[in-house]
């Protein structure tokens, strides 16, 4: 049921509707609730007969996934009837504990499981509160429960998330040239999309059921669709061209289809770029702004009357993009002319034998998407004027999971920076950027008159925030956070410190350790035994589990959590219910039980809440809920106070949407849905703030980050901390240059599996056996010859770290350099009979190790450096 | 955007004389170990004084390790605190623009949302 509640214009959204028996029966028999396949959390509606789930399929009342559903939805059925599904508590009998090795679990009480944990949390709390680390994936009221707890006890630990690459540089990006969390195009209005080491339209991401058919729709109406990928996936099978792109250098594309706009073709939009960036700024000699001596504001030179202004000057009209003056006595330059100079480093040929896609090929795109960014034009929406630049060049998980990763990002998005294609319309979008409704909030300017602060980052999140990053300082955390400035996490480094804590100077280690269900082993790092070695430091390793995979294999006690069938959450979907980019509607979408869970299982809130309580904090729980929350009079949670999952859920609606939008009309309703203004559809001009298009704060954060690492001993390259992108080869592309290996392993996704929890399903499991890509790993035909292999042979794949035996799938659509893995298979633990044995665990043939991240962002570099043998 | 009234679970701390206000500043979980141990700060600033004000305030009060970790260099409030007057986080109010009339200042550090 759909409930436009500002009262406004009621006509109501297109959406599919799904034909066919299943829409003849009345709603009622239908329960809308959020589907947890994946990280997207679409809204389903939900068939029970005679107490069973009898059929899920997409409820088409939400503007997330509009009816529609992936295959991943559709077995979640088969997920939750899980035959192998925890359903009591256990505990590991054999103390030792290892890959592979059985741990021995004994059920226990959950009274017995309870007080564990709460004792350890007591000791834990009273030794020294960083002693706790917690890791959380997904969007249920069990990570945010969590999150109170590491923020009342004083943790700095909670990891909230598991990829060694996710959110290394997107999220930080995003938050600092536009304000939100993530990105996506604006589908309905763009003309042109170049999916750079993503799937996004087609196969994955954020709301791929409604990306998908939204991208179909652009398609029909004539977008073109460019995908930049060392493989030939699913994207690139949809698009118009596909540009096998060499593994590791995107930065070099970046910075060629920048060289041919700014210096070849001269497509870039002078007004936002002087009105609305950094771009104007000057810089000196030693690469930092030239400041006004007294309020040390940077400096630009206007043109309409030649005189040096602050940035804020009232009478500011024409910032030079272009020239040398000399201010305070020394050559400054606008920052702009370094960024053309930059780029011109780039020219197309270069980039050729850097990335092997052809300089004319990459001349012609750069060209093409220039001009369909119709700089300068204007759109009329809801009779407001906007900037139109139906562009995109969107980038995702491919060029961030490097050991480059900043500068290769960094490259990509500035060309749709120096096009003034961000927030408006036909541009690619940064979700969630700014609200009006029920909750204001709107990014700001801070200092230097840059975009500072997030807008809307969801309740009960913070922003570490690339700018203007923190200074570094001798590190206490197990994680070096300290040491890395502008990063917005730092997990990657967990399993290196535990390694080698005097290398560090990190006297701190970590005794308790609770995860949610998830697969960090398998997906969160590198090289295997280093993770398994962290986890087995840790004194007391709790994890909330569905199916008990191969992270709970190094558990120690294990607490049986509901499905999503059987849960009920706050948060529907992700991104606390991000609107689709450019939409007119925003929406709320709950999750809710469907079933109540097996004899055993329990509400893993409400099992916290008797944590917290026996840990003595519960009281402290509650003004961090609080704020947390949301909650407003008469809704607050008192101390000396007990309240059940379902009285907070209760009290967070009302204090959000009003007394008569409490838990019980959501539960009946679903999802409420509500108009946007045209400057939360579009807020890129609306935004009070500039962006920068030239990274000056990098200079001081590096110089801070050497002198504390030289204290400390450390020899780092700190010159990627450079305001400019460059590109720099990594290991395995100087290796394979040298013939030292066979082939880059590249990871891609599927859109039918979902991190490592897919393929224990017999549904994904016979789609995977099907379509025979899935658990193959695909080799070049060139590469095939000279190895003598044939498709469907099996063959080794050997890396520093692990040797693995895969099935060859020998194909053209895929760069001649490089393998291709797909999903996260190679599974080996006992709880997941179906999965064992098939497919390749891509993670675990990444070498790991600080030498191997990104010194700025901390990404694993996620080129797996292969010898290619026939088996 | 008007400031709201001190929420029910504040405790009422605010006294305005003819040129100050009081704000009672709460320090929650890891800040508090940045402040050596501190639990809360009283502040007395200005009538007009803006929660960016307050923050070098607070930092002269807590320490050069809280000011370190918390302010930028610049002596801004980091974007990875949360800040919230009298129960309402200063981005729904005029961010850290907004106009302190006494009451209550929670500050504390929350989760990053990291990725998938």
């Known amino acids: ?871 | 955007m008007a400031v709201p009234p001190e929420p029910a679970d504040t405790v009422a701390g605010s006294r305005i004389a003819a040129d100050v206000v009081t704000v009672k500043v709460v320090l929650m979980g890891e800040l508090r170990r940045w402040a050596g141990g501190k639990r809360e700060v009283e502040v007395q600033m200005p009538v007009g004084s803006t929660l960016q004000a307050l923050a070098g305030r607070v930092a002269a009060l807590c320490g050069p390790g809280f000011a370190q970790r918390a302010l930028t260099k610049e002596g801004a409030w980091q974007p990875h605190v949360a800040v919230f007057i009298n129960g309402v986080q200063m981005g729904e109010l005029e961010g850290t623009k907004t106009v302190l009339s006494g009451g209550q200042v929670e500050l504390m550090l929350l989760p990053t949302y990291e990725g998938g």
């Open chain 1, 1 to 871: 049921m759909v409930t436009l509640l500002r009262g406004r214009d009621t006509r109501p959204q297109t959406v599919h509707r799904p034909g066919g028996e299943r829409h003849e029966s009345p709603t009622a028999e239908w329960v809308p609730t959020t589907c947890r396949m994946c990280l997207v959390g679409c809204g389903i509606l939900v068939k029970v007969e005679n107490g069973r789930v009898a059929n899920v399929i997409g409820n088409p009342d939400t503007p997330k996934n509009r009816g529609r559903m992936c295959a991943k939805g559709k077995s979640g059925i088969m997920n939750h009837y899980n035959v192998n599904r925890v359903t009591t508590p256990l505990k590991r009998t054999n103390p030792e504990k290892g890959i592979g090795v059985d741990p021995g679990w004994q059920p226990i009480s959950w009274e017995e499981a309870i007080e564990t944990v709460s004792a350890k949390l007591r000791q834990v709390i009273a030794d020294d509160p960083r002693k706790l680390y917690v890791q959380t994936w997904g969007l249920h009221d069990l990570r945010t429960l969590l999150g109170v707890l590491t923020t009342v006890v004083g943790s700095p630990y909670h990891q909230t998330g598991i990829s060694g690459t996710c959110g290394k540089t997107i999220h930080s990006i995003q938050f600092l040239t536009a304000g939100g969390l993530h990105q996506e195009p604006d589908f309905a209005h763009c003309n042109y999309l170049i999916d750079c080491g993503t799937q996004i339209g087609v196969a994955t991401r954020e709301g791929f059921n409604h990306q998908v058919p939204d991208c179909a729709r652009a398609r029909e109406r004539g977008m073109k669709l460019v995908v930049v990928d060392p493989i030939g996936n699913n994207a690139a099978a949809k698009a118009d061209e596909w540009l096998p792109i060499r593994p590791g250098t995107d930065a070099a594309f970046g910075l060629g289809m920048l060289n041919v706009l700014l210096n070849e073709v001269k497509i870039y939009d002078v007004e936002f770029l002087k009105h609305h960036t950094n771009a104007g700024y000057l810089a000196g000699p030693n690469k930092k702004y030239v400041r006004d001596q007294a309020t040390r504001k940077p400096l630009l030179y206007d043109l309409s009357d030649g005189v040096v202004k602050a940035y804020d000057d009232a009478t500011l009209a024409d910032p030079a993009l272009e020239g040398e003056y000399v201010v305070q006595g020394e050559r400054a330059r606008p920052a702009f002319v370094l960024l053309k100079e930059r780029a011109a480093q780039y020219p197309p040929e270069r980039v050729e034998e850097i990335t092997s896609i052809p300089a004319a090929t990459l001349r012609r795109i750069a060209r093409e998407f220039g001009e369909a960014a119709r700089v300068g034009a204007m759109a009329t929406i809801d009779g407001v004027e906007v900037p139109y630049r139906p562009v995109a060049l969107e980038w995702c998980r491919g060029p961030q999971g490097h050991k480059h990763a900043w500068h290769h990002t960094w490259a990509l998005h500035l060309v749709n920076l120096v096009l003034g294609a961000i927030n408006v319309v036909g541009s690619l979008h940064s979700t969630d950027t700014a609200k009006n409704w029920p909750v204001r909030n709107w990014p700001e300017a801070g200092e230097d008159g840059l975009l500072m602060s997030g807008g809307h980052i969801g309740r009960g999140y913070g922003n570490n925030s690339a700018f203007p990053g923190r200074p570094a300082h001798k590190p206490e955390r197990c994680d070096l956070f300290e040491l890395f400035p502008v990063a917005r996490h730092t997990r990657t480094f967990v399993p290196e410190v535990a390694r080698h804590p005097d290398k560090y100077g990190i006297v701190q280690r970590v005794e308790l350790v609770i995860h949610s269900p998830g697969n960090q082993i398998m997906g969160g790092w590198g090289e295997l035994q280093a993770v398994a070695d962290w986890y087995r430091s840790v004194d007391l390793v709790v994890g909330f589990a569905v199916e008990l995979n191969e992270t709970h294999e190094l558990d120690d006690v294990v607490l049986p959590a509901p499905t999503y069938l059987e849960e009920d959450s706050f948060t529907g979907t992700h991104g606390d219910d991000s609107p689709v980019s450019g939409e007119a509607v925003g929406f709320h979408q709950i999750q809710q039980k469907v079933v109540p869970p097996p004899e055993g299982v329990r509400d893993p809130v409400d099992v916290l809440l008797e944590v917290y309580h026996r840990a003595g904090i519960l009281d402290e729980t509650h003004p961090v809920m609080n704020r947390v929350f949301g909650l407003k009079a008469p809704y607050l949670l008192e101390p000396g106070k007990r309240y059940s999952h379902e009285e907070l859920l209760d009290r967070q609606f009302k204090s959000r949407y009003g007394e008569e939008f409490g838990w019980g009309w959501f539960k009946e309703h679903g999802v409420l849905v509500h108009k946007r203004d045209v400057d939360e559809r579009y807020p890129g001009r609306f935004l009070k703030a500039r962006v920068p298009v030239y990274l000056e704060h990098f200079v001081e954060r590096g110089e801070e980050v050497e002198a504390v690492v030289g204290e400390m001993g450390l020899s780092w390259d700190l010159s990627e901390y450079d305001p400019l992108p460059e590109w720099r080869s990594c290991e395995p592309f100087v290796q394979l240059q040298k013939g030292e290996i066979d082939a880059i392993g590249v990871h891609y996704k599927l859109p039918y599996t979902y991190g490592a929890q897919g393929n224990a399903n017999p549904w994904i499991d016979e789609l995977c056996e099907r379509l025979p890509h899935s658990y193959g790993v695909l080799i070049h035909e060139a590469l095939a010859r000279r190895k003598g292999i044939k498709d469907g042979d099996a063959v080794w794949l050997e890396s520093p770290v692990r040797r693995v035996k895969a099935v060859a799938r020998v194909t053209q659509m895929v760069h001649p350099e490089v393998v291709g893995i797909a999903g996260h298979a190679g599974h080996w633990a006992q709880g997941k009979p179906l999965s064992r044995g098939k497919g390749v665990n891509f993670n675990s043939l990444l070498p790991y190790g600080p030498e191997k991240m990104d010194v700025i962002s901390t990404a694993l570099d996620h080129c797996a450096p292969l010898k290619v043998s026939r088996a």
